[in-house]
């Protein structure tokens, strides 16, 4: 800690001076939620990702800002013909922060460490079909799967499939050490995290030589150091109403992009009445998407009708499907043997989208007949109450992991969609390289989950982002929760 | 004036060892997994077993009351599920920004409410008097967090004196630290000020009709003697009172102004902590806030004493 303290101080000294003169060579980055800890791998927390993703951390494939997986660590790749066998080429001469080697052995042990037994890797299914990873020799790792998965060098790069130091693994929650052109200074905890140029960076150097991200949760108080600019970006802007204020004034720009988030409102497939496809159809068809987006999300957020980002080429619109139209849901509820409606609980997790959705969501529902009772629970309850015990009729929440309809091909998911024909087209998918076959599968199951309506779909969550007018090089969209400092510059 | 002290100490340390059994109870009743928190919604079975484990959650409660109450009575206050780092170390980080805060505005609430108050007493019906008092009638009325917004609007964005939150951190500097905390600790000391003015204000009138104040008087000193030498001393104690609880209250109840200014305080660390369910840390802090109160209190007992001879007396 004396140690660190000591460090921290010099380096916050040196900010200090940068800071004061504004030099255009740092940024301050403002965001609502602050990482409990700062390793990728050991929990969920996209505030996580926000920070390190990309600027301290590293993984062998890694995401563009348009979704797609491009080469990171790894140079490039051979897959054997059936499909098993993936032979990764090292980038050669990569380093650690702390100036070991990072070679061949370290990701043999990063990707065992996340499959093991007891491993509390939050996304350990990404691994799943890894049988066993060996080290050829420093820049060569061959990774050997039990069954064909054409989503490997996809999961490869999520935030939780990073490359870490074994030396280093077990304290990379409050001093991370990684490969990525930015290396840890100090993290004022509540407040802020400060961030510098990694002078030893293996690949391109990028423009700022340090960053902090700033921590506000406040919306009001977002809005605030926005204004008074304390900040120069924030991204995931909390307070959607301000932002035509914000975008006539002619020292900000508004970024509008489009997230992972799939909001969908869920029904419990195996609670009657929503067993019947009939009364799921109702719903259904009782919402009005275009309201709930202008109510709640203040206009901001894309109409979707399937589980599936429309930022993805391989999307298939299907909100007509759905479309709103109250008497045809009560038709469907009177064909259902409900004419009268019925009741069930709408239970609401705390982001906006969801409480203030769920009160518009209510009153659509309340036209056709459904009546709901609302309950608001903080995540914790959620968790526990909805996801675990599957105690609900209904709830509104954002799907924010990328490409995630897979979870519909599990019986035993929350909501409880229990579909063989489904479960078929995913096997299917899982075995398939080939991009375009892949396309198709994907689009067949985006039709088979909006034909069973299984959910309410409601819209895309839209990434807001927030800018002084001189910063370029932000993501507008946001495939993974990451703020990717190395595209970051400020303008002459 | 001992044996009164160490009445007040053994009745201290009965409240603490109830509060540390109500607190974990309360806190371990509340549904919510802390390992399902960290982990999300794609986690398995295995991983959340495993993570289970690791944080000792698997224990039997009884148990982990124990290791908690032990950990802290050798100063341990354990490791944060959700943080991963010490607990005390978390709480004496926040500290370092609740504390100053809450004793910024307590001077400043003070060195208003004081001069404001007597001065009031000592105009009793003129026009200085009924200024100050509606004037503190708007002070108790306005809730801080608005006075917190409206200090932010004109001082923070319009003129760009301070900045609109956030802590600079004592590696900063003294004067960056005063910067961070001047909004927030007057927009907290301008309600207490008033309500402190106002106790000032009655608790000194009730004294100058007193019959000593009349034989004072009568002694032939002037109205601003008595006041000062003999009325302002046995004023004090409903002042001390109002002292104590407004700094408990602005030690743990600045929720909403760290909220608003953003700043890493106790408070808002058991908020997150709450909503996280990182136990641990909510149990410790309220258990410290708890302390804190109990012992202020306790203070404020003694203080009494102090001002109050008779009390010295009394069982």
Do not use: C
Not at chain 1, 177 to 206: C, K, S
Not at chain 1, 371 to 395: H, M, P, S
Request: glycine share 8%.
């Amino acid at each position: 800690m004396n140690i660190r303290h000591l460090l921290t101080a010099s380096a916050v000294a040196l900010l200090a001076g940068i800071g004061a003169a504004r030099a255009e060579g740092s940024i301050t980055i403002g965001m609502q939620l602050e990482p409990p800890n700062l390793d990728p791998t050991g929990g969920a927390a996209e505030a996580i990702d926000s920070v390190v993703y990309a600027n301290i951390f590293q993984g062998l494939t890694r995401f563009t800002s348009d979704g797609s997986v491009v080469a990171n660590l790894a140079d490039s790749w051979d897959i054997s013909a059936d499909g098993l066998v993936y032979t990764f080429q090292l980038h050669p001469g990569v380093t650690f922060h702390d100036g070991s080697a990072m070679d061949a052995e370290d990701v043999k042990f990063s990707l065992d460490r996340a499959r093991a037994e007891g491993s509390t890797n939050a996304q350990k299914a990404l691994f799943a079909e890894i049988a066993d990873v060996t080290v050829v020799d420093p820049t060569t790792v061959r990774v050997t799967l039990a069954a064909p998965n054409g989503n490997l060098l996809f999961n490869l790069a999520w935030g939780d499939a990073v490359i870490v130091a074994p030396e280093t693994a077990d304290t990379n929650a409050t001093n991370p050490i990684g490969t990525g052109p930015y290396t840890f200074v100090n993290w004022v905890q509540g407040d802020r995290i400060n961030l510098a140029r990694n002078e030893a960076y293996w690949g391109t150097a990028p423009a700022l030589e340090t960053a902090s991200f700033r921590f506000i949760s406040d919306p009001t108080a977002a809005l605030a150091a926005v204004m008074a600019e304390d900040i120069d970006v924030f991204s995931g802007f909390p307070a959607p109403e301000n932002l035509p204020q914000i975008a006539a004034d002619p020292r900000f720009q508004v970024i509008t992009g489009s997230t992972e988030g799939e909001t969908i409102l869920a029904m419990n497939n195996k609670l009657p009445p929503f067993d019947n496809a009939k009364v799921r159809e109702a719903v259904s068809h009782a919402i009005d998407r275009q309201a709930i987006i202008d109510g709640a999300m203040f206009g901001y957020g894309t109409p979707i009708g399937t589980h599936f980002a429309p930022h993805n080429p391989a999307y298939v619109d299907l909100t007509a499907a759905s479309g709103h139209d109250p008497e045809l849901a009560k038709k469907l509820l009177a064909e259902a043997g409900l004419a009268d409606g019925f009741t069930t609980t709408l239970k609401l997790p705390p982001p906006s989208y969801a409480r203030r959705g769920g009160e518009i969501v209510a009153a659509q529902l309340a036209a056709v007949g459904i009546r709901t009772e609302i309950e608001n629970l903080e995540w914790a309850q959620w968790l526990e109450q909805v996801f675990k015990a599957r105690d609900f009729g209904l709830t509104i929440v954002s799907h924010t992991e990328p490409m995630d309809i897979g979870i519909y091909g599990n019986p035993d998911y929350y909501f409880q969609y229990d579909n063989q024909a489904f479960r078929d087209v995913m096997a299917k998918l899982t075995g398939t390289t080939d991009p375009a076959a892949r396309t198709a599968l994907l689009q067949e199951a985006q039709g088979i989950i909006a034909a069973d309506h299984v959910n309410g779909y409601l819209f895309q969550l839209a990434a807001l982002t927030v800018a002084k007018a001189g910063v370029r090089g932000l993501w507008a969209n946001a495939p993974v929760a990451a703020n990717d400092l190395s595209a970051i510059s400020w303008a002459e | 004036m001992i044996g009164y002290a160490l009445r007040r100490l053994a009745s201290l340390i009965a409240s603490l060892v109830v509060a540390s059994l109500v607190i974990f109870t309360v806190i371990e009743i509340i549904p919510g997994d802390p390992a399902a928190y960290m982990l999300g919604m794609n986690a398995q079975p295995d991983t959340l077993a495993a993570l289970r484990a690791e944080l000792g959650l698997d224990m039997p409660k009884p148990q982990r009351y124990l290791t908690w109450v032990g950990g802290m009575l050798r100063g341990d206050f354990g490791i944060s599920y959700t943080y991963r780092t010490p607990v005390s170390r978390m709480i004496a980080d926040r500290l370092w920004v609740s504390l100053p805060l809450a004793i910024y505005a307590l001077v400043l609430s003070t060195a208003i409410a004081f001069p404001a108050g007597i001065y009031a007493a000592s105009r009793r019906g003129k026009m200085a008097d009924v200024t100050v008092m509606g004037a503190t009638q708007l002070g108790v009325a306005v809730p801080n967090f608005w006075f917190a917004m409206i200090l932010v609007l004109v001082f923070a964005i319009n003129l760009g004196w301070f900045s609109a939150g956030g802590f600079a951190g004592w590696d900063e500097g003294y004067w960056a630290v005063m910067r961070s905390l001047t909004l927030p600790a007057l927009a907290l000391a301008l309600p207490q000020a008033a309500i402190l003015t106002r106790v000032m204000r009655s608790s000194l009138l009730d004294m100058l009709g007193e019959d000593f104040i009349r034989t004072a008087r009568a002694k032939g000193l002037s109205a601003r003697q008595t006041l000062w030498r003999h009325a302002l001393r046995n004023a004090m104690i409903p002042v001390l009172t109002i002292l104590g609880l407004q700094f408990a209250f602005l030690l743990a109840g600045s929720i909403i102004i760290e909220q608003v200014f953003s700043l890493p305080g106790l408070g808002r660390l058991v908020f997150q902590a709450i909503s996280a369910r990182d136990l641990i840390v909510v149990e410790s802090v309220v258990m410290l806030l708890v302390f804190a109160v109990i012992t202020v209190n306790f203070a404020v007992d003694l203080a009494y004493a102090l001002v109050d001879p008779r009390l010295r007396a009394r069982r």
